[in-house]
């Protein structure tokens, strides 16, 4: 038995089942062989020599042994004695870290987001350090039938959107019995070469059968190679040198379909018949629109226009075979009315004493027509000879 100074001590050992059977006394050791752990009593219980302190908070001793554990077994956490305190190593909370999230770095795969940001934990806005639109925003931005169409393959109307499935049948049903190509450069005749650092997508027609090329036929580089395409009846497309579409016909030739010229270059194509018209330039609209002066050619009114002499008058005038009518009432040098005597017209009372042209004056006068007075004789005309009296 081992002793200290002559005093023994008593050591119990055997199994942990065996322990538990028996009571150590105050102070006194036990080993247990089979977990190799040591334990020391207190008169009641085997205390394990070494172990983490369990107790409630409040019944926690005062720190001063420095590496001491100790659980609270009320509240669950742990702490660790300095020499001089507790320090709290267990974390049941968030609330148990020192500082707070505003104390944590962004990292490059997490951030924060600001609470002014949020609402109820979810995200209210969005910032891309230039632009800022809220939730409410957007809301408004997608509910917004005239900029957002919803996407509808059962209906025409205006305000609505095809899929890209629906838009190519809408196409291919509006364009039936039509094989419209893509563009092509030109005519291009490959006698000599063909064309020389072409772009990809460049697109020609050959217009002869040489250097591998088929007249005819249409040539797109693809950026190492020209791709062959064998035109068949009913292709359409444009050609961009001369700005005119071109059709393949059943005689295997391309043919104009269309063309469209500056309307300025038409000078020459006037017509005449019906449905034709007539290029102008600006001085000639400028007279066929205006109605005419005494200086300026153009239109003539029609209250002007009713003044003109009818042809019969024009030909009068001009001495041929014209004949003086009531209509006809312009005179020429052969007109027969110049020389044909005739009796006066019943205005004769006009000259009469009180008429509009009275022509007789009462009052004498050199190379007058005496006019009668009242009574109807000339007294006033007539003077004395020798005394005598006129009745």
């Known amino acids: 038995m081992p002793n200290v100074n002559g005093i023994?001590?008593?050591?119990?050992?055997?199994?942990?089942?065996?322990l538990d059977t028996i009571t150590l006394q105050l102070a006194e050791p036990a080993y247990v062989t089979?977990?190799?752990?040591?334990?020391?009593?207190?008169?009641?219980?085997?205390?394990?020599?070494?172990?983490?302190?369990?107790?409630?908070?409040?019944?926690?001793?005062?720190?001063?042994?420095?590496?001491?554990?100790?659980?609270?077994?009320?509240?669950?956490?742990?702490?660790?004695?300095?020499?001089?305190?507790?320090?709290k190593i267990g974390v049941a909370s968030l609330s148990d870290l020192n500082g707070n999230l505003d104390d944590i770095d962004d990292g490059t795969t997490y951030v924060r987001i600001l609470a002014s940001?949020?609402?109820?934990?979810?995200?209210?806005?969005?910032?891309?350090?230039?632009?800022?639109?809220?939730?409410?925003?957007?809301?408004?931005?997608?509910d917004n039938a005239a900029i957002h169409a919803e996407l509808d393959d059962a209906s025409h109307a205006t305000n609505k959107l095809l899929s890209a499935n629906q838009i190519d049948v809408r196409i291919s049903e509006a364009f039936t019995g039509l094989d419209y190509q893509n563009s092509v450069i030109e005519f291009y005749d490959p006698t000599t070469s063909l064309p020389t650092n072409p772009a990809v997508g460049d697109r020609y027609i050959s217009s002869a059968t040489s250097n591998g090329w088929t007249e005819n036929y249409i040539y797109e580089w693809d950026?190492?190679?020209w791709i062959e395409t064998v035109p068949n009846l009913g292709f359409r497309l444009t050609v961009e040198s001369d700005d005119t579409e071109y059709a393949y016909n059943?005689?295997?030739?391309?043919?104009?379909?269309?063309?469209?010229?500056?309307?300025?270059?038409?000078?020459?194509?006037?017509?005449?018949?019906?449905?034709?018209?007539?290029?102008?330039?600006?001085?000639?609209?400028?007279?066929?629109?205006?109605?005419?002066?005494?200086?300026?050619?153009?239109?003539?009114s029609s209250?002007?226009?009713?003044?003109?002499?009818?042809?019969?008058?024009?030909?009068?005038?001009?001495?041929?075979?014209?004949?003086?009518?009531?209509?006809?009432?312009?005179v020429t040098d052969s007109d027969p009315?110049?020389?044909?005597?005739?009796?006066?017209?019943?205005?004769?009372?006009?000259?009469?004493?009180?008429?509009?042209?009275?022509?007789?004056?009462?009052?004498?006068?050199?190379n007058?027509?005496?006019?009668?007075?009242?009574?109807g004789n000339l007294n006033s005309w007539i003077t004395e000879i020798d005394g005598g009296t006129f009745v």
């Open 303 to 330: 209250t002007d226009h009713a003044k003109l002499p009818t042809n019969n008058q024009k030909d009068a005038l001009s001495g041929t075979n014209g004949t003086p009518s009531d209509s006809n009432r312009y």
């Open 368 to 375: 007058a027509i005496p006019k009668a007075n009242a009574q």
């Open 34 to 87: 089979d977990t190799k752990e040591l334990y020391v009593g207190d008169g009641t219980n085997s205390i394990l020599v070494g172990r983490v302190l369990i107790d409630t908070l409040a019944n926690r001793p005062v720190a001063g042994v420095d590496g001491r554990l100790f659980v609270a077994s009320d509240t669950n956490d742990t702490y660790v004695d300095n020499g001089s305190s507790w320090i």
């Open 8 to 18: 023994p001590i008593k050591l119990q050992h055997g199994t942990k089942a065996q």
């Open 337 to 366: 009315r110049m020389s044909d005597a005739r009796t006066p017209l019943q205005h004769a009372t006009t000259h009469q004493h009180g008429g509009t042209d009275e022509i007789a004056v009462a009052t004498p006068e050199p």
């Open 117 to 142: 940001e949020t609402n109820n934990g979810s995200v209210i806005q969005l910032n891309d350090g230039t632009n800022i639109v809220t939730a409410s925003d957007i809301r408004s931005h997608i």
């Open 223 to 225: 950026g190492s190679n």
């Open 250 to 300: 059943s005689s295997n030739e391309w043919v104009t379909v269309t063309s469209s010229s500056a309307h300025n270059s038409l000078s020459g194509l006037e017509g005449g018949g019906s449905g034709h018209y007539y290029h102008l330039d600006a001085n000639q609209y400028t007279e066929a629109t205006q109605y005419a002066s005494n200086s300026v050619n153009g239109l003539m």
